[in-house]
């Protein structure tokens, strides 16, 4: 019996049940945390026209991300788009480097598509250098009226008309140094000709080029001329020109200024401006343009390819 009442205590004491809550709550804050961070579609090579409801986390790069990162979140970002534009072209019609010339020089301050309309029958007055560079500015103007400032652009095709046609024989000249000499052309413009008339790289840094590169965090700069620094360092140079492509064609399509499809952007994993426009994937849908969106696209005659591809031809100036 003493020894049954001493062993009774021992079995009352039990600190266990004490501790047992204090073991749940670190868990509890744990869970919170994954309701902060913004979501993007799995797969970055995924369709745009058929994009799932977003379901992982977007792959942000890091604050400090690294040279070596840096280059190979840039070139995957590139691989994506390829496989997402097989078909990127440059988007203004031209049948010749002379076309090329004075159809880049026109979309300043215009659209592709407003070009397109219009050089049909500038060209078709004016098939060459030496007609162009004789021709009566206000019969120009008149033609160039709908691309806007067409007093200042009737001036510059005039201009380089006739240097084409004094100093180097009515051919457009197929080196960077020569072309910038031109009136009205500049880097740019110069890169658009060397790359898809000549197939020499060059990267063409339009406004939808420069939103672009600095929304991916691949420069900081501002200046067209820093920002073509920036990024042609970070791919190699046989890349320039189809880059531009592919960048373009998603600035226009998906990645737009003021509303970003970031919903239906295949690329999502990889940006980290991912959630600056739309991201329910339904609603994005409806803000893609072009052949993305199911509408005609900005040249009158595209390539084969763009047509294989779903994309429809723009329609001629004044029709529908």
Same mark, same amino acid.
């Given at each position: 019996?003493?020894?049954?009442?001493?062993?009774?205590?021992?079995?009352?004491?039990?600190? #266990?049940?004490?501790?047992?809550?204090? $073991?749940?709550?670190?868990?509890?804050?744990?869970?919170?945390?994954?309701?902060?961070?913004? %979501?993007?579609?799995?797969?970055?090579?995924?369709?745009?026209?058929?994009?799932?409801?977003?379901?992982?986390?977007?792959?942000?790069?890091?604050?400090?991300?690294? @040279?070596?990162?840096?280059?190979?979140?840039?070139? @995957?970002?590139?691989?994506? /788009?390829?496989?997402?534009?097989?078909? #990127?072209?440059?988007?203004?019609?031209?049948?010749?480097?002379?076309?090329?010339?004075?159809?880049t020089v026109l979309s300043a301050q215009t659209t592709?598509?407003?070009?397109?309309?219009?050089?049909?029958?500038?060209?078709?007055?004016?098939? *060459?250098?030496?007609?162009?560079?004789?021709?009566?500015?206000?019969?120009?103007?008149?033609?160039?009226?709908?691309?806007?400032?067409?007093?200042?652009?009737?001036k510059s095709v005039i201009g380089l008309s006739k240097?084409?046609?004094?100093?180097?024989?009515?051919?457009?000249? =197929?080196?960077?140094? &020569?072309?910038? $000499?031109?009136?009205?052309? !500049?880097?740019?413009?110069?890169?658009?000709?060397?790359?898809?008339?000549?197939?020499?790289?060059? /990267?063409? %840094?339009?406004?939808?080029?420069?939103?672009?590169?600095?929304?991916?965090?691949?420069?900081?700069? *501002?200046?067209? &001329?820093?920002?073509?620094?920036?990024?042609? #360092?970070?791919?190699?140079?046989?890349?320039?020109?189809?880059?531009?492509?592919? %960048?373009?064609?998603? !600035?226009?399509?998906?990645?737009?200024?003021?509303?970003?499809?970031?919903?239906?952007?295949?690329?999502?994993?990889?940006?980290?401006?991912?959630?600056?426009?739309?991201? &329910?994937?339904?609603?994005? $849908? $409806?803000?893609?343009?072009?052949?993305? !969106?199911?509408?005609? !696209?900005?040249?009158?005659?595209?390539?084969?390819?763009?047509? &294989?591809? =779903? =994309? @429809?031809?723009?329609?001629?100036?004044?029709?529908?």
């Amino acid at each position: 019996m003493a020894k049954a009442a001493k062993r009774a205590p021992v079995k009352k004491a039990v600190p #266990a049940k004490k501790a047992a809550p204090r $073991k749940q709550t670190a868990p509890a804050k744990k869970a919170v945390a994954p309701k902060k961070v913004m %979501v993007a579609p799995k797969k970055a090579s995924a369709a745009v026209e058929k994009v799932a409801p977003a379901k992982t986390l977007a792959a942000k790069p890091p604050k400090n991300e690294s @040279r070596t990162a840096l280059v190979r979140r840039a070139r @995957r970002i590139n691989r994506e /788009l390829a496989e997402v534009y097989p078909y #990127a072209h440059p988007e203004l019609d031209f049948e010749n480097p002379f076309q090329l010339l004075v159809a880049t020089v026109l979309s300043a301050q215009t659209t592709d598509l407003r070009v397109n309309q219009t050089t049909p029958a500038l060209f078709a007055r004016y098939p *060459t250098p030496e007609d162009l560079a004789a021709a009566n500015p206000e019969e120009v103007e008149e033609i160039l009226r709908p691309t806007g400032f067409f007093r200042a652009k009737t001036k510059s095709v005039i201009g380089l008309s006739k240097a084409l046609a004094e100093e180097f024989g009515g051919e457009v000249p =197929g080196r960077l140094e &020569d072309l910038v $000499k031109l009136p009205g052309v !500049g880097r740019k413009t110069a890169f658009v000709v060397l790359g898809n008339a000549f197939g020499r790289p060059g /990267l063409t %840094v339009d406004t939808h080029f420069q939103r672009l590169v600095r929304r991916w965090q691949w420069t900081e700069e *501002t200046d067209a &001329d820093k920002i073509e620094a920036a990024v042609a #360092a970070l791919f190699p140079k046989s890349d320039w020109t189809m880059l531009s492509h592919h %960048v373009i064609f998603h !600035g226009r399509r998906i990645c737009h200024a003021r509303k970003p499809a970031c919903g239906a952007c295949p690329i999502a994993p990889l940006c980290p401006a991912y959630g600056e426009g739309e991201t &329910d994937p339904e609603k994005a $849908k $409806k803000l893609l343009k072009y052949e993305k !969106g199911g509408f005609p !696209g900005q040249r009158l005659k595209p390539p084969q390819s763009y047509l &294989d591809a =779903g =994309g @429809r031809p723009a329609p001629p100036l004044g029709a529908g």
